[in-house]
């Protein structure tokens, strides 16, 4: 168990939908990481947050949003949802912006139909 | 731009034995991070080794070892004695000073499969 909890662990939704996804970090590590997985792009980064303010950015689509809490969980937003926006997403945490180790959730994976 | 490649789609090995995982890498940072994680079928990414650029000796977890050769840009995997719960997809990853270290930069992975 990493410590990184996130929900929901599945999800089916139609295209056109809204789905949010959440995080809650390890205690105490202030840096949220968010990660697409998927079978043609493989594992992309979306998008990092550190201590509630976005600290870098990528290949997130405009559809897609995210936010980091004072409590430090974070939630991604996926909007507009299409066929190919079904993966595996992933939160990971980790202590400061810079350590060594990133701790993974075990992942939400969506489907959309 | 930091790139991670992973030549091996898939691995054999028998319980008990060794096996090295290759991983090379394209970066331009003086200072990098390089990873491995696992993902078994569970889907949970679990990391299991890391190793500093600037780091002399090669770093050692358990069974897991990183095969580091700076030169040739690469970090292969070293798992020793294996077992059949290693089966599972290894990736190897990597982040750098240039991206201020915020993102991993992963490889496709590769699939390891352990048979008794």
């Known amino acids: 168990d990493s410590g990184v909890t996130q929900t929901p662990k599945h999800l089916i939704t139609a295209t056109g939908q809204r789905v949010t996804l959440r995080c809650s970090p390890r205690?105490?590590?202030?840096?949220v990481y968010w990660y697409q997985q998927s079978l043609d792009q493989g594992l992309q980064f979306l998008i990092q947050?550190?201590?509630?303010?976005?600290?870098a950015k990528g290949n997130i689509l405009e559809r897609f949003s995210a936010q980091q809490f004072p409590d430090l969980h974070s939630e991604l937003n996926l909007s507009s949802l299409e066929l190919g926006d079904s993966a595996l997403y992933f939160c990971?945490?980790?202590?400061?912006?810079?350590?060594?180790?990133?701790?993974f959730g075990e992942g939400s994976r969506l489907t959309v139909l | 731009a930091q790139k991670i490649t992973q030549t091996q789609p898939g691995m054999f090995v028998q319980e008990k034995e060794a096996v090295t995982l290759d991983c090379t890498y394209d970066t331009s940072d003086p200072s990098y991070g390089l990873f491995w994680y696992k993902q078994p079928s569970s889907g949970e990414m679990i990391f299991l080794i890391y190793q500093g650029s600037y780091d002399q000796q090669n770093a050692t977890e358990g069974r897991y070892s990183l095969n580091f050769q700076k030169a040739r840009k690469s970090a292969n995997l070293v798992i020793s004695a294996s077992q059949l719960g290693d089966s599972a997809m290894y990736f190897c990853?990597?982040?750098?000073?240039?991206?201020?270290?915020?993102?991993?930069?992963f490889g496709k992975g590769t699939m390891l499969l352990v048979s008794p």
């Open positions: 990853a990597m982040r750098g000073v240039n991206s201020g270290y915020s993102t991993l930069t």
């Open positions: 947050y550190y201590n509630g303010e976005e600290r």
């Open positions: 990971a945490s980790s202590e400061t912006m810079n350590t060594g180790e990133l701790f």
């Open positions: 205690s105490g590590d202030l840096s």
